[in-house]
Structure formats: structure tokens, C-alpha cells
């Protein structure tokens, strides 16, 4: 079980895809941003993952600014990022020894 969640229009979502294949892999790719997460399953991929919920979420986007989150609750950033997927970091790539963020493509190395 191996599972990337995905933004094909991010190269280092893009990369990470290509990796997964390269080594043999055949991920199930999830279009998060097609198909959003709710608070709950994002709360679990970040509780199998070495991230914070803050380190989870892309601050970098006008969203996060507008909706005030940067001193926001670990609830209140989760119930963001569901209702605004684009929040979510990415790729998050899954498989049965964890989660890991992409960022840089070698911190998935110890979960393949």
C-alpha cells in the first residue's frame, strides 16, 4: 500500500510521483485538491508522519493569511486544511512504515 497525495501541477509532487515509479512502485494517487480530505483523515496522516499540523500546512498561500491561522489551534488548522485543501503540503506519500513530506524528495527514503 503506497500512496502519494498529489498536486500534478507541483513539480516536487511531480518528482516525488516519479521517484515512487522508478523504484518499482505503483502508487495510488490521490488528487487531493479533486478530492479533499476531511479534518479527521489529515489528522491521521499527520499522526503517522515526523510533521506538526503546522508543518503540514503551506502557509505560504493567500488563504492562510486570510483566514488569520498564525495563531491558530492545531483543531483550527486542520479544519482549514480540509475545507481548503490547497492548505496541505505536499506530496505527502504513504506507505505501511508511515508518512513523510516530500520536502526535501529524500525524506521518503525511510518509509520505502
Known amino acids: 500500500m503506497t500512496k502519494i497525495y498529489h498536486n500534478p501541477r ?22 487531493y485538491l479533486k478530492t479533499p480530505l476531511n479534518a479527521e483523515q ?28 498564525a495563531e491558530a489551534s492545531d483543531d483550527e488548522l486542520l479544519q482549514s486544511i480540509a475545507a481548503h485543501p490547497i492548505l496541505l503540503n505536499r506530496p505527502l506519500v504513504q506507505t505501511e512504515k508511515g508518512v513523510r513530506l516530500a520536502r526535501p524528495l529524500e525524506a521518503i527514503e525511510d518509509i520505502l
Open 10 to 31: 507541483c513539480s516536487k509532487s511531480r518528482a516525488a510521483l516519479a521517484l515512487l515509479q522508478e523504484r518499482g512502485l505503483n502508487p495510488e494517487i490521490i488528487e
Open 42 to 69: 489529515i489528522q491521521e496522516l499527520i499522526a503517522q508522519s515526523n510533521l506538526s499540523v503546522r508543518e503540514a500546512m503551506r502557509t505560504t498561500e493567500d488563504i492562510y493569511s486570510t483566514l488569520g491561522l
